[in-house]
């Protein structure tokens, strides 16, 4: 990917999320959307019929690597030098989308004024949510519903990284 990028001069912007949030988000995901429709996770009807401890440990399991694989390999890539990058937060996204959107354009030198920004934000936002695909939205839905067991599991899956910081992702730093 680095070598297709550098080729053709992309400059990726790579969105994160709170990694705790991103666990009930997948799980509302398979529940409304159906266990055939997430590509990087095999699941089963047999989802449907676990209990929410055992949804929430499966996720963990079988789901979040590719999440810890990703996140590690970009930020590898970024503070060796290898790529430019814009690092975004879901929760700066949304909390304030014409603030996000304007460090997208910034980032790209597309010069676009807040009132053009105000516009298309309207245009989108002010369609039907369905059709926007947009999920919860709730940041601190991980804390709240995740027990500790399943907390310790995934910090566990950042440990296989101890030279990555995973705090932007709500994971404290080691001291």
């Known amino acids: 990917n680095l070598q297709i990028m550098h080729r053709f001069g992309i400059r990726p912007t790579i969105l994160t999320r709170n990694i705790f949030d991103v666990v009930p988000s997948i799980r509302d995901y398979l529940l409304q959307e159906g266990v055939e429709r997430f590509p ?5 009807e ?3 019929e676990m209990d929410e ?6 996720i963990i399991t079988y789901a979040l690597p590719w999440y810890f694989q990703f996140y590690a390999s970009w930020s590898d890539a970024c503070t060796a030098g290898k790529i430019d990058a814009l690092w975004l937060r ?18 790209y030198r597309i010069g676009k004024s807040e009132v053009e920004i105000a516009a298309a934000l309207e245009q989108t936002l002010g369609r039907d949510r369905a059709r926007l695909r947009i999920n919860k939205g709730v940041s ?9 067991r399943h907390k310790s599991m995934v910090i566990g899956l950042s440990e296989h990284y101890p030279w990555i910081d995973f705090s932007p992702i ?6």
């Not at 401890?53 to 499966?58: I, L, M, P, V």
């Not at 709500?170 to 001291?175: D, E, L, N, T, Y």
């Open 40 to 44: 990087s996770l095999y699941a089963t």
């Open 46 to 48: 047999y989802f449907e």
């Open 53 to 58: 401890d055992a949804q929430f440990s499966f």
């Open 90 to 107: 879901y929760e700066e996204l949304r909390t304030d989308w014409a603030k996000a959107l304007g460090r997208i354009l910034d980032y």
């Open 140 to 148: 601190g839905r991980g804390a709240s519903l995740l027990t500790d």
């Open 170 to 175: 709500g994971i404290a730093k080691k001291p």
